[in-house]
């Protein structure tokens, strides 16, 4: 007795997209709404409002879904679309919605920009699942096919869930997650939908050229995706890359002779930015004369650091809340890589470094920006300014950047 239908495959890639599609637009989602974490209760409750919805028109005899449901293996393939498409709109809600770029999303429109956003993936998630139970219910009793499709997709969702971990690991763009489901639902419609004596040596070849496309595809998409974001809150003529960390998104340009680091709307480095760096020193030189060795926490350390080093020989450690942005930024701009070069960058989170440093600094500079998620909040606590006040010297300083209206 077969435990398994021949079709779960098909259910199998369901589910990987899913959950692998739910992981790309939560983080994209979030980045959009400058991560408040309001969202992240009202994003999850609008993509399973959406699912219902989903489910119940594809229990409904008198829609398309028979004919979906004869066509299972090629009907998958209508998650492609649907999510280009959702990728779009979340990305253009902030714009669509009239909120700044930087601005706090306001929570009525957060929960529109959730509902809307949400729409398509979700709602082809519970429609793709009544149907297969209809499509594996011919051959099968219908709470067995249930059962199976449900422990189908769980497994594929598990494999979607691993990768979507993954693949940003490794500082892959969400198109590129996005493009491993694409090429699973692909080959799996191929594999399953084409005619049975001609399937093994056609499906290969079309599998072949088809995932060729969707690379090509994606490397377009990708780019015009970091244009378009630095667009929001620049001019285009002014862009000229982008680069990835397991924690961000960044796009970076020249503006007037400045190299502008921007994370979504929002700027992180200016480099150089001498009329700032130099009021910072002297506020902090008018605070202790003698300094030499400095520990800046934060971002926006850079023109600092080399505003610093042309005045006097000091020695600067740099620490990003974001461990791997330093390094990512020195590959990206060059500009950046010659400041970098001349200060130490750990490359480690901000706690662990102060927890495990026998060194001792003249002056530690926090410039961690607005405290307002839950991320940032790490650092506003009393087991971090210890660990802090550890890494001081007896008499030595620390300056905590807050942001402020002009009043």
Same mark, same amino acid.
């Given at each position: 007795?077969?435990? !398994?239908?021949r079709s %779960?495959? @098909?259910f199998?890639a369901?589910g990987f997209?899913?959950?692998?599609?739910q *992981?790309?637009f939560?983080r994209h989602?979030?980045a959009c709404?400058?991560m408040?974490?309001?969202?992240?209760?009202?994003f999850f409750a609008?993509?399973?409002? %959406?699912v219902?919805v989903? +489910?119940? /028109?594809?229990k409904?005899k008198?829609?398309?879904?028979?004919w979906?449901?004869?066509?299972?293996p %090629?009907a998958?393939?209508l998650?492609?679309?649907a999510?280009?498409?959702?990728?779009?709109? @979340?990305?253009?809600?902030?714009?669509w919605?009239g /909120?700044?770029a930087?601005a706090?999303?306001?929570l009525a429109?957060m /929960? !529109?920009?959730a509902?809307?956003g949400n729409?398509?993936?979700?709602?082809?998630?519970g429609?793709?699942?009544?149907?297969s139970c209809r499509?594996?219910?011919a051959?099968?009793?219908?709470?067995?096919?249930?059962?199976t499709?449900?422990a189908?997709? *769980?497994v594929?969702g598990f494999?979607?869930?691993?990768l979507?971990?993954?693949?940003?690991?490794?500082n892959?763009?969400d198109?590129t997650?996005?493009f491993?489901?694409f090429a699973?639902?692909?080959?799996?419609?191929m594999a399953?939908g084409?005619?049975e004596?001609r399937r093994?040596?056609?499906?290969?070849i079309?599998?072949l050229a088809?995932?060729?496309?969707? +690379?090509?595809?994606?490397?377009? %998409?990708?780019?015009e995706n970091?244009?378009?974001?630095?667009?929001?809150?620049?001019?285009?003529d002014?862009f000229?890359g982008?680069?990835?960390?397991p924690h961000g998104r960044?796009?970076?340009?020249?503006?007037?002779?400045?190299?502008?680091?921007?994370?979504?709307?929002?700027?992180?480095?200016?480099?150089?930015?001498?009329?700032n760096?130099?009021?910072?020193? *002297?506020l902090?030189l008018?605070?202790?004369p003698?300094?030499r060795?400095?520990?800046?926490?934060?971002?926006?350390?850079? =023109?600092?650091?080399?505003?610093?080093?042309?005045i006097d020989? /000091?020695?600067?450690?740099?620490?990003h809340?974001?461990?791997?942005?330093?390094?990512a930024? =020195?590959?990206?701009a060059?500009?950046?890589?010659?400041?970098?070069a001349q200060?130490a960058?750990?490359?480690m989170?901000?706690?662990k470094f102060?927890? +495990?440093?026998?060194?001792r600094?003249d002056?530690i500079i926090?410039?961690?920006?607005e405290?307002?998620?839950?991320?940032?909040?790490r650092f506003a606590?009393?087991?971090?300014?210890?660990?802090?006040?550890?890494a001081?010297h007896?008499?030595?300083?620390? =300056?905590w950047?807050?942001?402020?209206s002009e009043?």
């Amino acid at each position: 007795m077969n435990l !398994l239908p021949r079709s %779960w495959p @098909i259910f199998f890639a369901l589910g990987f997209f899913s959950l692998l599609a739910q *992981a790309v637009f939560f983080r994209h989602f979030l980045a959009c709404i400058a991560m408040n974490e309001l969202a992240i209760g009202i994003f999850f409750a609008s993509w399973l409002a %959406w699912v219902g919805v989903g +489910a119940l /028109v594809g229990k409904y005899k008198g829609s398309v879904a028979p004919w979906l449901t004869e066509h299972l293996p %090629w009907a998958v393939l209508l998650y492609a679309p649907a999510a280009v498409a959702q990728f779009i709109i @979340i990305g253009k809600m902030r714009t669509w919605l009239g /909120v700044p770029a930087g601005a706090v999303f306001p929570l009525a429109e957060m /929960v !529109l920009a959730a509902v809307c956003g949400n729409a398509l993936v979700s709602f082809f998630t519970g429609f793709f699942f009544a149907i297969s139970c209809r499509h594996l219910g011919a051959d099968a009793a219908a709470r067995t096919a249930v059962n199976t499709v449900y422990a189908c997709e *769980a497994v594929g969702g598990f494999a979607g869930g691993c990768l979507a971990t993954l693949l940003p690991a490794l500082n892959a763009a969400d198109e590129t997650c996005l493009f491993a489901g694409f090429a699973l639902l692909a080959v799996t419609a191929m594999a399953y939908g084409l005619p049975e004596k001609r399937r093994r040596l056609t499906s290969a070849i079309l599998s072949l050229a088809v995932l060729t496309l969707l +690379a090509a595809c994606c490397r377009l %998409w990708q780019h015009e995706n970091d244009a378009a974001m630095w667009r929001r809150a620049l001019p285009a003529d002014q862009f000229r890359g982008a680069f990835r960390t397991p924690h961000g998104r960044y796009t970076w340009g020249v503006r007037e002779g400045q190299h502008i680091v921007l994370c979504g709307s929002s700027e992180v480095d200016a480099i150089p930015d001498v009329e700032n760096a130099s009021r910072a020193i *002297a506020l902090h030189l008018a605070q202790k004369p003698d300094i030499r060795r400095i520990l800046i926490i934060g971002a926006g350390a850079l =023109s600092l650091a080399s505003r610093w080093r042309e005045i006097d020989e /000091v020695q600067i450690t740099w620490l990003h809340p974001d461990p791997a942005y330093p390094a990512a930024l =020195s590959r990206a701009a060059i500009a950046a890589g010659q400041v970098l070069a001349q200060i130490a960058c750990p490359n480690m989170e901000p706690r662990k470094f102060l927890a +495990a440093t026998r060194e001792r600094f003249d002056l530690i500079i926090l410039h961690l920006g607005e405290i307002d998620t839950l991320s940032a909040s790490r650092f506003a606590s009393v087991e971090f300014l210890r660990l802090a006040k550890r890494a001081l010297h007896p008499d030595g300083v620390l =300056s905590w950047r807050i942001p402020g209206s002009e009043n």
